[in-house]
């Protein structure tokens, strides 16, 4: 019961918050361009890379990963019984699930900025490039 009220109350709160999407992640990405590569530095954090292009300018590269455990669900079936006499006998019980699976999440960004400072292009990939739509 107690995973049945945990899993209801984290739909309402899904249903509250809206859904992380890679539309609304694309949104903020452009957002900010034109915008001067400090400013995405200030809030972003310091690139993990910062690659130098033959234009003057240089792309900075944002990586972000993480695993998480999923467990599949247990399910237990029990087969009919037999009744002899005034006697029942279950059948027997099976018990299926309860596989544990690792799961890696990861988002790499890239800004290309231009020899003055200011970012013209952005691209992402990776499995969780996901943001919840503004307030």
């Given at each position: 019961?107690?995973?049945?009220r945990s ?5 309402l ?10 539309a609304n992640y694309?949104?903020i990405?452009s ?27 240089k ?10 455990t ?5 399910q237990v ?5 037999i009744?002899s006499?005034?006697a ?18 990861w ?15 952005w ?13």
């Amino acid at each position: 019961m107690g995973q049945l009220r945990s899993l209801s109350l984290c739909i309402l709160l899904l249903l509250a918050t809206g859904c992380a999407t890679t539309a609304n992640y694309e949104r903020i990405l452009s957002s900010w361009v034109g915008s001067d590569a400090d400013n995405l530095v200030q809030a972003w954090g310091v690139p993990e890379t910062s690659l130098p292009l033959a234009n003057g300018g240089k792309v900075l590269v944002f990586e972000r990963s993480g695993s998480r455990t999923y467990t599949t669900p247990l399910q237990v079936q029990q087969a009919p019984g037999i009744w002899s006499g005034i006697a029942y006998y279950p059948g027997p019980i099976t018990v299926t699930g309860g596989q544990t699976y690792i799961i890696t999440q990861w988002c790499r960004t890239e800004f290309e900025v231009d020899s003055s400072n200011r970012i013209v292009h952005w691209r992402w990939e990776g499995n969780n490039c996901v943001a919840l739509p503004p307030k």
